[in-house]
């Protein structure tokens, strides 16, 4: 066959052809998704470069297919009903523990201690994911647990991501339950801590949930808005100083790939979602 590359099998080149119409297909839903308002032909050939006569193509195979829908005579497209089961399907079938212990995993075979996942949940943190480590002496957890905001790592870096006005929304009437001699049991108290943590962009539980324990917390913020915090816990006394500079490296370090993983992001706004009983048709 003229053309051909030498050796090449008898159908390489249609199966190159039909992957790369896919490849350019799905790049259109794509462009499609991430622009406000529908997307003409005009501006699908800026942005992507292909000839109008191949888009045309491309567009009217996605369209009799219900991928996207066309909206006027520009001609300007955006997306069809075909691709909300996808998207649906995609969302219920995520489970945070499969899609955030590669993150975590990593975290405590280096510090040796447990990392947790919790998000706000009224006036309680809630657990959504824990990895320990293989040592008898370490910070039992487990997700679906609650506790209390005030007190935990997790907690309060979640009540630091709140305007001042809205933490006491959260908190049961004063004074606080006291989990340890320690626990701050005032929202003054409480408040002044939270400026603290605000500023530096970690939280610390010392000794004020469990006697005996320390816990580190940060956020896990993506587009300015924290969805949730991540913390690692262990026994007081292997949380030092020195010990705490080379742990906070370290969370900063899984923060940012887990909230640059886009199925993490997906699933812990699912649940975030649910917990406020939030209904989305995505």
């Known amino acids: 066959m003229a053309g051909a590359r030498p050796g090449a099998r008898a159908g390489d080149e249609g199966v190159h052809y039909h992957a790369n119409a896919l490849a350019r297909g799905l790049s259109l839903l794509e462009t499609i998704a991430g622009r406000p308002a529908p997307v003409t032909l005009a501006e699908f050939h800026e942005l992507t470069g292909l000839p ?21 005579e520009r001609p300007a497209y955006r997306l069809g009903h075909r691709i909300l089961p996808l998207a649906q399907s995609y969302v219920q079938r995520l489970d945070l523990g499969t899609v955030a212990t590669p993150h975590l995993q990593p975290l405590v075979d280096q510090l040796g201690q447990t990392a947790n996942i919790g998000i706000l949940d009224g006036d309680s943190v809630l657990h959504v994911c824990v990895v320990s480590p293989e040592r008898s002496l370490r910070f039992a957890g487990m997700a679906g647990q609650r506790d209390s905001l005030h007190t935990t790592g997790l907690g309060k870096m979640l009540l630091a991501s709140l305007p001042e006005d809205e933490v006491g929304d959260h908190l049961p009437p004063e004074p606080y339950p006291a989990k340890t001699p320690k626990s701050r049991t ?21 000794n004020e949930n469990d006697q005996g324990v320390r816990c580190l917390a940060v956020p896990l913020t993506v587009d300015d808005e924290t969805i949730a915090a991540l913390s690692v816990s262990g026994p007081a006394a292997e949380f030092g100083p020195e010990d705490q500079k080379r742990c906070l490296v370290a969370l900063a370090e899984t923060a940012t790939a887990l909230t640059e993983d886009a199925d993490v992001v997906a699933a812990l706004r699912r649940i975030r979602d649910q917990l406020r009983g939030v209904i989305t048709s995505l």
């Open 52 to 72: 109008k006569s191949t888009l045309v193509r491309l567009l009217s195979v996605l369209e009799d297919l219900n991928y996207v829908v066309r909206v006027d």
């Open 186 to 206: 005032s929202l003054a108290a409480l408040l002044k801590d939270l400026r603290t943590t605000r500023k530096r962009g970690h939280s610390l539980d010392d």
